[in-house]
């Protein structure tokens, strides 16, 4: 009988944890719209241009590249950036111009001085495969070349936005142990060398460093909300008032099984594009999710002070 019994628990169990995943693979898969070509592989950043045609870039490893993507994933056009080095491209954004900016300021290790910014041209004025940017160059005051500690490595970065004359850069938090919290710097958005401003800092999670990452950002083209992305949901803010982005309504957006989440997006102020990385045959695609059509879970804002 006891064995029956725990037959009867087992299965049970199972069949929820089937229930379960199954429903978070087709809250993700639900929202695919198409695969994107393999050379792409390591997607982590994407913009609309002025023409709603997508463009790509590639993590580390790649050439200083963008991709632009036709409606079938593949890749119509690519651009070299001729005097830009790829040394850990890791997220792209685009200001009411339309020029574009180029993040390479992955800093895994915490141990980069000086971290770039690319800026170019707005990308439907490029008529050849080449073009050259403004270079926006960047250092943490903070750091003043002694070790950074394991509870203060908050200099990652893989997140940023544009919002009026300045860059608004969101941390990929390595602290140890695991705090959750991203802080928001601030620099201009032209050639020049900069001190990064800390002016702000939010608490995402602390359960899993992984599940709490920040991996990419986008504003809405109306300027009025900011979506963060990490490996599970979206992050999104709304009614706050001028820069200070973590001052309004906080909602969080379920996005289904944990993937390699790095590339976020609005098409429009309702609709919001993001990619994943393939990894073993799982990802490499991209999501598009109705604002309106989608279930927010308006959360407690967790506001602590920068640190």
């Not at 950043?45 to 632009?68: Q, T, V």
């Not at 500690?149 to 140890?176: C, S």
């Not at 800390?198 to 979506?227: G, Q, V």
């Amino acid at each position: 009988m006891l064995k029956k019994s725990i037959l009867i628990t087992s299965v049970i169990v199972f069949s929820i944890i089937t229930a379960v995943v199954g429903s978070s693979i087709y809250t993700l898969y639900s929202k695919k719209v198409v695969s994107v070509d393999p050379k792409l592989k390591e997607v982590s950043g994407i913009e609309f241009d002025k023409h709603k045609r997508l463009w790509a870039i590639n993590d580390s490893g790649d050439e200083p590249k963008l991709y632009r993507l036709n409606d079938d994933g593949s890749i119509a056009k690519e651009v070299l950036v001729t005097n830009a080095k790829n040394i850990d491209w890791e997220d792209m954004t685009q200001n009411k111009f339309g020029h574009f900016f180029l993040g390479d300021f992955g800093n895994n290790k915490n141990d980069r001085k000086w971290l770039t910014i690319y800026k170019i041209e707005n990308p439907i004025d490029i008529k050849t495969n080449t073009t050259e940017a403004e270079i926006i160059k960047f250092t943490y005051p903070e750091l003043d070349g002694s070790p950074i500690q394991p509870d203060q490595r908050n200099y990652d970065l893989e997140a940023f936005v544009a919002f009026g004359r300045h860059l608004y850069l969101f941390t990929k938090n390595r602290t140890e142990p695991f705090d959750g919290i991203t802080n928001v710097y601030k620099v201009g958005d032209h050639a020049a060398n900069f001190d990064a401003q800390l002016i702000d800092s939010f608490k995402t999670c602390t359960t899993m460093e992984k599940l709490c990452w920040i991996t990419s950002a986008a504003l809405s083209p109306d300027r009025k909300k900011l979506a963060l992305l990490d490996s599970t949901s979206i992050w999104l803010f709304e009614n706050f008032k001028g820069d200070k982005f973590f001052s309004g309504d906080v909602f969080k957006i379920d996005l289904g099984i944990v993937t390699q989440k790095e590339a976020i997006t609005f098409y429009d102020d309702n609709t919001i594009a993001f990619t994943d990385e393939e990894f073993k045959g799982i990802g490499g695609n991209v999501y598009f999710i109705k604002l309106d059509q989608v279930t927010k879970v308006k959360v407690q804002r967790s506001h602590p002070q920068p640190q």
